[in-house]
């Protein structure tokens, strides 16, 4: 049992490229969230999922895209990246309530 | 003004302290509570959890909630190095859809 799993941990970008950050979970978990976490700032929430086919926009979704086809998967997609999308980003998972599983991140760092 | 607020600290204590680790917030309708935990280059870690006011204790932690005032602690008893970290506390209401909203995050450090 994994839990959650991102890959890559860390990417450097150029400004203008595009990237997929990906993350898994096998807990058969519904909920699915992506944050993004900036020095000082707490976490805030990129967009998140309910279950396979739905997502929905979180506090901060400008930039970002996302898809969940499975449970297990939820792709986060940088389009046109930008030096102010540089920070570390959290993929978590949820049965339901309000206890969250994190996974170990993705540094971002975008020149 | 932000809706949660959160020292970010560092806090810095002796080995075997007691640590009080505080945040306040804005929105009345908040009735769950998370303190998460994050060690560096982690992800946050659920600590304690506990639904509308009260205290609530696990070993050497306790939450505590008072909605009059708005405002949540945890603490640690006989505070020990392995607890340096960053501590996150996080809130949401009902009919929220599970999301919460975060606090910056304390870093505490124990100094042995």
């Known amino acids: 049992n994994a839990g959650v799993t991102q890959t890559p941990k860390f990417r450097i970008l150029k400004i203008g490229q595009s990237m997929t950050l990906q993350c898994t979970q096998d807990?058969?978990?519904?909920?699915m969230y992506w944050y993004r976490q900036d020095p000082g700032m707490g976490l805030k929430l990129i967009y998140y999922s309910v279950g396979a086919g739905i997502t929905d926009k979180g506090e901060v979704p400008n930039g970002y895209n996302v898809s969940r086809s499975t449970t297990e998967d939820f792709p986060l997609r940088l389009e046109l990246a930008a030096p102010s999308q540089t920070s570390v980003y959290f993929c978590?998972?949820?049965?339901?309530?309000?206890?969250?599983?994190f996974g170990p991140g993705t540094r971002l760092l975008v020149l | 003004q932000k809706e949660v607020e959160q020292d970010p600290g560092p806090l810095s204590v002796p080995e075997g302290a007691i640590v009080s680790l505080n945040c306040t917030y804005s929105n009345s309708a908040f009735q769950y509570f998370m303190w998460y935990r994050q060690y560096s280059r982690k992800g946050p870690e659920l600590l304690m959890y506990?639904?509308s006011s009260g205290n609530k204790e696990d070993g050497r932690f306790t939450a505590q909630v008072d909605k009059s005032s708005k405002y949540i602690s945890l603490f640690i008893r006989d505070s020990q190095p392995s607890d340096s970290a960053t501590y996150l506390c996080?809130?949401?209401?009902?009919?929220?859809?599970?999301?919460?909203?975060w606090g910056a995050g304390t870093k505490l450090i124990i100094k042995p």
């Open positions: 996080a809130m949401s209401g009902e009919d929220s859809n599970y999301q919460l909203i």
């Open positions: 506990t639904y």
């Open positions: 807990m058969n978990h519904n909920y």
């Open positions: 978590a998972s949820s049965p339901g309530g309000e206890t969250q599983y």
